[in-house]
């Protein structure tokens, strides 16, 4: 079990400044026998955008649910504006919800199901149609009201249920994987709209994805989750280059792993087939001791820029054009590793399958993993 990460630059993410919204306390969530939250806490402050990021199964849907009300937590509390929510009915919240599959009602208009849980005293059929006019310029879609779902385009009908997701203007909007089922190239144009309104509105926003680039791009925050516990929350880039534990290190983004033990002088590793390398930030561990190494590829240094450094003859074994980069995979005995260059420098550095080539690995880009033995 590792310990934590060992780098030179390595801080404390910076904790929320703005008064907590939304109190996670120790919540966990059983299903029978099976665990499916540890005991999670979490601080999110007023108008943050937060991502649940993990792989399938790893609580992150179980815990938005839980907030939700649609499975309350076995134990724990979760406090919403400084009120005890745990035990509330989900109909008792304050809160939006957008789902995977978009949940629009097929025979309804467009119209009808932005407006559908507008009801009540306070709300009159003139005060209802101006507030889906209003909803539905926000979301881009004033032309389309009097059409019926099947008429729309996935975009279009993720963006009815954002819509009506935000007609009581909640304090917290929940997104279950809300851009999973459309086409790439729709998924990035409407996470940054949903990203822009997010900000424009000041709403508390909770999404749910699997996808890191989507996590990355549109959170003011992460919390990294693996089996039902959470491994790291910080910001996008606290989680891409200080993670925290070698989950976090191997899950969020790419990179090579392997392992070490720790040399002598202090700053040394050493590779199982006797690979050297020089690291930083390990001072306080023994002479011997086991490591997990991860790198990144655009840290990986290969062809004249490495000969400056320490460096290890290496043979490319494949390059993968990648349009503005290049991956060229290269080996140093039984270590594997991916450098990212840029697409035309491929030639000028020799990196053609089968050339030996300098491959440096600088020592401030090692992330270093104490390993329990």
């Given at each position: 079990?590792?310990?934590?990460?060992?780098?030179?630059?390595?801080?404390?993410?910076?904790?929320?400044?703005?008064p907590p919204y939304l109190?996670?306390?120790?919540?966990?969530?059983?299903?029978?026998?099976?665990?499916?939250?540890?005991?999670?806490?979490?601080?999110?402050?007023?108008?943050?955008?937060?991502?649940?990021?993990?792989?399938?199964?790893?609580?992150?849907?179980?815990?938005?649910?839980?907030?939700?009300?649609?499975?309350?937590?076995?134990?724990?509390?979760?406090?919403?504006?400084?009120?005890?929510?745990?035990?509330?009915?989900?109909?008792?919240?304050?809160?939006?919800?957008?789902?995977?599959?978009?949940?629009?009602?097929?025979?309804?208009?467009?119209?009808?199901?932005?407006?559908?849980?507008?009801?009540?005293?306070?709300?009159?059929?003139?005060?209802?149609?101006?507030?889906?006019?209003?909803?539905?310029?926000?979301?881009?879609?004033?032309?389309?009201?009097?059409?019926?779902?099947?008429?729309?385009?996935?975009?279009?009908?993720?963006?009815?249920?954002?819509?009506?997701?935000?007609?009581?203007?909640?304090?917290?909007?929940?997104?279950?994987?809300?851009?999973?089922?459309?086409?790439?190239?729709?998924?990035?144009?409407?996470?940054?709209?949903?990203?822009?309104?997010?900000?424009?509105?000041?709403?508390?926003?909770?999404?749910?994805?699997?996808?890191?680039?989507?996590?990355?791009?549109?959170?003011?925050?992460?919390?990294v989750m693996s089996q039902?516990?959470?491994?790291?929350?910080?910001?996008?880039?606290?989680?891409?280059?200080?993670?925290?534990?070698?989950?976090?290190?191997?899950?969020?983004?790419?990179?090579?792993?392997?392992?070490?033990?720790?040399?002598?002088?202090?700053?040394?590793?050493?590779?199982?087939?006797?690979?050297?390398?020089?690291?930083?930030?390990?001072?306080?561990?023994?002479?011997?001791?086991?490591?997990?190494?991860?790198?990144?590829?655009?840290?990986?240094?290969?062809?004249?820029?490495?000969?400056?450094?320490?460096?290890?003859?290496?043979?490319?074994?494949?390059?993968?054009?990648?349009?503005?980069?290049?991956?060229?995979?290269?080996?140093?005995?039984?270590?594997?590793?991916?450098?990212?260059?840029?697409?035309?420098?491929?030639?000028?550095?020799?990196?053609?399958?089968?050339?030996?080539?300098?491959?440096?690995?600088?020592?401030?880009?090692?992330?270093?993993?104490?390993?329990?033995?």
């Amino acid at each position: 079990m590792a310990s934590g990460v060992v780098r030179a630059e390595a801080e404390a993410p910076t904790a929320p400044t703005a008064p907590p919204y939304l109190v996670i306390q120790q919540v966990a969530k059983s299903f029978g026998t099976f665990a499916a939250l540890h005991r999670v806490s979490l601080t999110i402050t007023q108008g943050e955008f937060v991502a649940f990021l993990g792989p399938s199964g790893c609580g992150k849907t179980t815990l938005l649910r839980a907030i939700a009300g649609l499975d309350p937590p076995t134990t724990g509390s979760i406090t919403q504006g400084g009120r005890d929510i745990t035990g509330l009915p989900p109909e008792m919240r304050d809160f939006g919800i957008v789902f995977q599959s978009y949940a629009l009602f097929p025979n309804l208009s467009v119209a009808q199901n932005v407006g559908y849980g507008l009801r009540g005293g306070g709300w009159t059929r003139a005060r209802v149609a101006e507030r889906v006019a209003e909803l539905l310029t926000t979301v881009g879609l004033p032309e389309q009201a009097q059409k019926y779902p099947a008429q729309l385009s996935g975009g279009q009908q993720q963006r009815v249920a954002l819509a009506r997701a935000l007609a009581n203007e909640p304090g917290l909007l929940l997104l279950d994987e809300p851009l999973s089922a459309l086409d790439a190239i729709v998924r990035i144009n409407l996470r940054q709209e949903l990203r822009s309104l997010q900000r424009r509105l000041g709403v508390t926003t909770i999404m749910v994805t699997h996808d890191q680039e989507e996590a990355m791009s549109v959170s003011d925050r992460i919390v990294v989750m693996s089996q039902g516990r959470i491994e790291q929350v910080g910001t996008p880039e606290d989680i891409y280059r200080r993670p925290a534990t070698p989950f976090v290190a191997g899950f969020v983004g790419r990179s090579a792993h392997f392992d070490a033990k720790i040399d002598t002088p202090a700053n040394m590793l050493i590779t199982p087939d006797g690979l050297r390398l020089e690291a930083r930030g390990l001072a306080h561990l023994l002479y011997g001791a086991r490591v997990e190494v991860f790198i990144r590829p655009e840290d990986v240094r290969i062809g004249p820029e490495a000969l400056v450094m320490r460096h290890h003859q290496g043979v490319v074994t494949h390059v993968e054009f990648m349009g503005a980069l290049s991956r060229v995979s290269v080996e140093l005995g039984r270590l594997r590793l991916d450098a990212d260059v840029p697409a035309g420098m491929v030639t000028a550095l020799g990196a053609f399958v089968g050339s030996a080539i300098p491959v440096a690995l600088p020592p401030e880009a090692l992330m270093v993993f104490p390993t329990d033995v």
